[in-house]
């Protein structure tokens, strides 16, 4: 049975092949993507994952770098760095859980990247689930100037 994770996997690869090799066609890329995901909702969802992740490309990048202390997007290996792309995409865009896009962002990383990939992959995607991401509100109630003259 066909799963949703195996369009990440396919979306994975074609980011991968689009960071390397940005004369990638459109045409090439949409015929492997149906090719590997012959299930028609599947394959709309991975080219969906594709489609947003260059989309928003440039501010996935700067959330993922700002994350990453030392760590400039272009330094990362490629699949981390796409794993990433993808979690942060499906977490800010579609509305995923973050544990599932966390889960499915390590998954991936153990499959396709190198042994400390994953740990990498965890520590900054866990860092930018929307949750991590919202401002905090204070704990300290404010004085007003009222209080202060007392």
């Known amino acids: 049975m066909p799963r949703r994770t195996d ?3 396919t979306a994975l690869q074609m980011l991968y092949l689009i960071d390397l090799n940005p004369d990638t066609s459109l045409q090439q890329m ?20 594709v489609s947003g992740v260059r989309t928003h490309l440039p501010a996935i990048d700067k959330l ?9 997007i272009e330094r990362m290996a490629p699949t981390d760095r796409n794993v ?6 499906e977490m800010h865009h579609l509305g995923t859980p973050s ?17 400390n990939s994953a740990a990498f992959v965890n520590g900054i995607i866990d860092r930018l689930t929307p949750e991590s991401l919202k401002p905090r509100p204070s704990s300290e109630p404010h004085e007003t100037e009222n209080e202060n003259s007392s």
């Open 7 to 9: 369009a990440r996997k």
């Open 99 to 115: 544990p599932v896009a966390i889960n499915e962002a390590v998954e991936l990383a153990k499959e396709f990247g190198s042994a």
């Open 84 to 89: 990433m792309r993808l979690a942060v995409f």
């Open 30 to 49: 949409h015929r492997t993507i149906e090719e590997n995901l012959p299930n028609a909702e599947l394959s709309e969802f991975a080219e969906q994952l």
């Open 64 to 72: 993922i770098e700002d994350t990453s202390q030392n760590w400039r």
